[in-house]
């Protein structure tokens, strides 16, 4: 841990010159794409030609080893994109295609790039190849972005700009096809497969590549378009594949469900067509009226909103006229509708969430709408902004006074995002931020909170453990000796509170310790004594008053009461006598009646009763689970549910922590009664979930559009 510590010492100490390092190193690539040699493997960096026999160090082979792993992984992952780039950066440079290697930006490069900015960090081995991983988990989301801007950079600067790569399947080429083939396309006609393509199933490596409008051969072009394929429009072409492949399984559903009559509702035969533009600017008149609306809106779903855009659009048409949506537009709003319904699955009906998330209907019906690649993208800006809301609305709100505040932001939002969302999907980037960092500022204080439940928890553990402790000393003291029953009661009860809170502070070794143990021998000695023998002198009998005195008050023991305490156990025939209001019964009564230390907890022996076989199997579970599992358990019958945090458990006492998303403590459980409560389907350990609440809703959505296909639900999803 030292060494990682260090490690982290150092980055922070060094990065700023990690920086201009790696944008000098970036910014020599480019400008040497003409030289003769602009580029090396990143496995040779440093090392010594194939042709040269050399003993090379192990740590040299590692990192190079590291660096060509994660190049290696990028250039599969971008393999199309980076084909045209080399194309076009052979154009820029006056030679043949650049392969991956020579990319001034490519993978390898890229890597090349890092080995050398990180000199700087002087980092041990095993601290640089950690660097290179989290290098390679922060570039893998960005980089097909960053290779498409440049190439799209690139065709609007005249470089190649109807530049097409098309796979080709292995087909034997038919003589009279050859003039066919020969013959140049229209640069804006489509390429598409062929009926023979569908026959052929090997891919091969080699490609069509149609220069300044003329396109290659395109017998059997592979249908299965890429999602790295850029092009101008805002959604990619293999979003507008996912999403026609949505709309089919969508019109299979619509089929089986036997709506053909009017499935879409949009005006029957002799409906008039909207354009989408006009839809696009009723729904914003719709999400306006939302936001002027006074008071809590009716919450209404997709299907009443689509009904209100129908409604709105007739009274635009001049006579009778009926509206009917494009059916594409019509698909994307069921689309949304159903994934809004998925959505509230996991909201609380009639919570504040719900009612947010109602209102961001209108906006992103738009969104969907305009660029369809907010059913495929997952980091569409649009889309995190409906999970920022919908996933705190989930797990972070509920019924307490403190969630007001985040309440209010996402209230605000939502507000803002009906008051200036007008197409630029920019808008949600900025709100997402700004809830990211209201939710990072809540998530620390809950980080807080609950780190001081667990330290209160695991002290209550120690004070348990000290008193069964104490209480087995006092016990063994007592132990065959017929004492008064006042000096009984209070070494049991209250002497035994002192030695709990001596062997917290100071532990069962300490002076102190071994001190409060010999005031209770003294104790017993005076009370075996006979009538009128004390075996205390005065001055020890003073200063056996004055301990007591301050051990009780320790525990909690008022002056006064303290001193007629004393004062009966240093003398107990007269000691304090009856006008002190404190008679000998009565200190009795009130001992025994006195809050113990630390007794607020049930007993934990009383709570572990017999478990059934299957109640034993839960119990056993538990105590392998790891601190942070969340639960979840049933409210009443209805089948409401709340979500809680396991942040610790003790197998000495039996006693479970739980507390909600805000590190708030909730709930009294105990080993037994969670594992019951599992037997009895009250409470169940949430298994871990991959991926945001959206792509899952998207997931069952898509599921359930496979299923009514007759298809497998774990195909391809969006």
Same mark, same amino acid.
């Not at 690649?373 to 705190?392: C, G, V």
């Given at each position: ?24 190193? *970036? ?53 199309? %994109? ?18 991956? !290697? ?93 009926? !023979? ?47 026609? *492949?949505?709309? @089919? ?9 036997? #709506? ?33 609306? %006074?008071?809590? /809106? ?19 048409? %001049?006579? !009778?006229? /009926? %509206? ?28 504040? /969430? ?56 996402? @209230? ?7 008051? $200036? ?28 909170? +609950? ?8 002290? #209550? ?9 104490? /209480? ?5 003291? *007592? #132990? ?37 143990? $010999? ?17 205390? +002198? ?47 019964? +009565? ?12 007794? $607020? ?14 109640? @034993? ?102």
């Amino acid at each position: 841990q030292s060494r990682w510590l260090e490690a982290q010492r150092l980055v922070k100490r060094t990065r700023p010159d990690f920086i201009p390092r790696y944008l000098i190193a *970036l910014e020599a690539e480019l400008a040497s794409i003409r030289s003769e040699v602009n580029g090396r493997n990143v496995g040779a960096a440093g090392m010594p030609s194939r042709h040269t026999l050399s003993l090379v160090a192990e740590s040299e082979i590692d990192e190079s080893f590291a660096l060509t792993e994660i190049s290696n992984r990028a250039e599969v992952q971008n393999s199309l %994109p980076l084909y045209l780039l080399g194309q076009r950066f052979g154009v820029l440079a006056g030679k043949p295609a650049f392969d991956s !290697e020579s990319l001034p930006v490519g993978p390898q490069a890229l890597c090349r790039m890092l080995r050398q900015a990180s000199d700087c960090l002087e980092l041990a081995l095993e601290h640089r190849v950690l660097l290179y991983r989290t290098f390679e988990r922060n570039l893998s989301p960005v980089y097909t972005g960053f290779v498409e801007a440049i190439n799209s950079s690139l065709a609007r600067n005249g470089v190649l700009p109807h530049l097409q790569y098309i796979p080709i399947r292995v087909r034997a080429p038919a003589p009279n096809q050859a003039a066919a083939n020969a013959r140049p396309r229209r640069s804006d006609a489509p390429t598409g497969p062929t009926d !023979e393509a569908a026959k052929t199933d090997k891919p091969t490596a080699s490609a069509s590549l149609g220069l300044g409008g003329a396109a290659g051969a395109g017998q059997g072009a592979d249908t299965r378009l890429p999602r790295d394929l850029a092009t101008s429009s805002p959604a990619s072409q293999g979003d507008q594949d996912a999403f026609q *492949l949505m709309r @089919q399984l969508l019109a299979g559903r619509r089929q089986l469900l036997g #709506k053909l009559g009017n499935p879409r509702g949009t005006g029957g035969s002799g409906a008039m067509p909207v354009e989408t533009g006009a839809v696009l600017e009723t729904l914003g008149n719709l999400q306006h009226r939302v936001l002027d609306q %006074p008071g809590k /809106a009716p919450t209404r779903n997709v299907a009443q909103i689509k009904q209100d855009l129908l409604a709105q659009l007739r009274t635009q048409l %001049p006579g !009778e006229s /009926a %509206p009917a949506l494009a059916e594409e537009d019509s698909d994307a709003i069921d689309l949304v509708g159903m994934l809004f319904d998925h959505i509230m699955k996991d909201v609380r009906p009639n919570s504040p /969430a719900a009612a947010l998330l109602a209102k961001l209907q209108a906006p992103l019906l738009r969104v969907a709408l305009q660029d369809k690649s907010f059913f495929t993208r997952q980091q569409h800006p649009a889309r995190q902004m409906l999970n920022a809301i919908a996933e705190t609305g989930a797990y972070w709100l509920g019924e307490e006074e403190a969630d007001q505040p985040l309440v209010g932001k996402m @209230q605000s939002l939502v507000e803002r995002t009906l008051r $200036d969302f007008n197409g630029d999907v920019g808008l949600f980037q900025t709100l997402v931020e700004d809830m990211g960092s209201h939710l990072q500022t809540i998530a620390r204080k809950a980080e807080v909170a +609950e780190k001081r439940q667990v330290e209160a928890a695991r002290g #209550k553990e120690k004070l348990a453990l000290a008193r069964k402790s104490a /209480a087995k000393v006092v016990e063994d003291l *007592l #132990k065959k000796k017929n004492l008064p029953r006042f000096t009984h009661t209070l070494l049991s009860q209250a002497w035994t509170d002192v030695l709990a809170l001596t062997a917290l502070r100071h532990g069962e070794e300490s002076e102190a310790w071994q001190q409060q143990l $010999d005031v209770a021998q003294r104790l017993v000695e005076v009370a075996k004594a006979a009538p009128g023998q004390s075996p205390l +002198e005065a001055a020890e009998a003073d200063q056996l008053r004055g301990d007591i005195q301050s051990a009780l008050a320790q525990v909690g023991y008022h002056e006064q009461e303290a001193q007629a305490i004393a004062s009966r156990l240093i003398d107990p025939q007269g000691g304090g006598g009856d006008d002190d209001g404190a008679s000998r019964t +009565e200190l009795t009564m009130r001992l025994k009646a006195r809050a113990r230390l630390g007794s $607020d907890k049930e007993d934990p022996k009383v709570a572990r009763t017999r478990l059934s076989a299957e109640a @034993q199997a839960h119990l056993e579970q538990i105590k392998h689970l790891p601190f942070g599992t969340w639960f979840e358990f049933q409210l009443d019958q209805r089948g409401s549910k709340v979500r809680r945090r396991l942040s610790w458990f003790s197998t000495v006492t039996s006693h479970v922590l739980f507390v909600n998303h805000r590190g708030q403590k909730v709930g009294e459980h105990t080993l037994e009664s969670l594992a019951r409560a599992m037997a009895q389907g009250q409470a169940r350990v949430v298994e871990e979930e991959k991926g945001t609440l959206i792509d899952r809703a998207w997931g069952a959505v898509v599921g359930a559009l496979r299923s009514f296909a007759g298809q497998k639900p774990g195909g391809d999803k969006p």
